[in-house]
């Protein structure tokens, strides 16, 4: 049951059209929803392609994928990450606004030093007081 996508040349909206067969593809008429008009040209659609959390980490694997990074630019850093997060299926959304923020930086070129001075809140310095309070609390831990 294919889906095709259309340009109406009069009005120049984009109309969706769904065939119930390939063959009623080539022997229908498609008119625009909007205007009625049948001047209209097939578009190529988007295609996304589900594939398998194995298949993409085979992908980030290959040595041929990470080759083209140059960890001396933050911008070729930044690409890279936001590579990553779309290979692993990721929405930055949903890794949070400071992760975007970080990669945004990157491609604008700022130096991951930079950028840690900026957000010190990402470099776990909280962390780092409970470590010390463990220590002087008296406890020998073994």
């Known amino acids: 049951m294919p889906i095709y996508e259309y340009r109406c040349l009069q009005c120049r909206r984009r109309v969706t059209v769904f065939f119930r067969t390939f063959s009623e ?4 008429q498609v008119a625009c929803d909007h205007c009625g008009s ?5 578009l190529i659609s988007r295609v996304r392609v589900l594939r398998s959390e194995e298949s993409r980490l085979e992908s980030l694997a290959d040595a041929d994928w990470i080759g083209d990074v140059d960890e001396k630019d933050p911008r070729s850093i930044g690409r890279w990450m936001r590579r990553m997060t779309q290979e692993l299926g990721e929405e930055l959304g ?3 606004p400071e992760f975007e923020e970080v990669i945004e930086r990157l491609e604008a070129g700022q130096s991951p030093e930079e950028i840690e001075k900026a957000m010190p809140e990402l470099a776990g ?3 780092e007081g409970a470590e010390t309070e463990e220590e ?3 406890e020998n831990v073994e």
Do not use: T
């Not at 593809?25 to 229908?28: I, K």
């Not at 049948?38 to 097939?42: A, E, I, K, M, P």
């Open 125 to 127: 310095e909280g962390d």
């Open 38 to 42: 049948r001047n209209l040209v097939r």
């Open 136 to 138: 002087g609390s008296g």
């Open 94 to 96: 949903d890794l949070g």
């Open 25 to 28: 593809v080539d022997h229908s």
